[in-house]
């Protein structure tokens, strides 16, 4: 699925899409590159909450790869990704991953510096169409029947972008530490 519009345009009242940058800097340039400081290569003017925004070395990915990383992390369409995996996979560096939540619902037009390279902007899972339930008799008038609360669409799926996350940005630590050392 692509964007009909120009992908490098965030519109105010986008959701459920994530765009994926990498660079092409010099691994000891690109270890400059963080959370808090990417909006400068973005152009003039952009803003991100950099809580949302991630950026993660691609050796980190290994054995998992950025396209399966996109998918479970970011919950990522299977349609969105076919015939792009391997590209996605191949990649090398540094990726970062912005989801449309990290522009605050400002509407926003990027503008990558030249060392930065646009992979692609990729749409979540569409949810599954809910069907009305309709309480039994005997539920009618409970606390229960009227207070109980559906778990949101997704819950599950951001938990376990948080611990792939997690596990990235230890597995990157780690590999600093020991060039360092």
Do not use: C
């Not at 510096?113 to 069907?131: N, Y």
């Not at 609360?149 to 819950?155: F, H, L, Q, R, S």
Request: no cysteine.
């Amino acid at each position: 699925m692509t964007n009909k519009q120009d992908p490098l345009v965030v519109g105010p009242h986008e959701f459920g899409t994530v765009r994926v940058l990498t660079t092409a800097l010099d691994p000891e340039d690109a270890s400059a590159i963080t959370a808090q400081n990417v909006h400068r290569l973005l152009g003039d003017g952009v803003t991100l909450g950099a809580d949302k925004v991630e950026v993660v070395p691609t050796r980190a990915l290994e054995g998992l790869g950025l396209s399966a990383y996109l998918r479970e992390g970011y919950g990522v369409a299977d349609k969105d990704l076919d015939g792009r995996r391997a590209q996605l996979d191949a990649v090398s560096g540094l990726v970062v991953l912005i989801p449309t939540s990290a522009f605050g619902g400002r509407e926003q037009t990027l503008d990558p510096h030249p060392s930065m390279r646009f992979l692609g902007v990729f749409h979540e899972q569409a949810a599954a169409p809910t069907s009305q339930m309709t309480r039994p008799d005997s539920a009618k008038g409970t606390v229960a029947a009227t207070s109980a609360k559906a778990p949101k669409p997704g819950d599950g799926r951001r938990k376990g972008s948080w611990i792939i996350a997690l596990g990235a940005l230890i597995i990157a630590a780690t590999l600093i530490l020991l060039v360092v050392a």
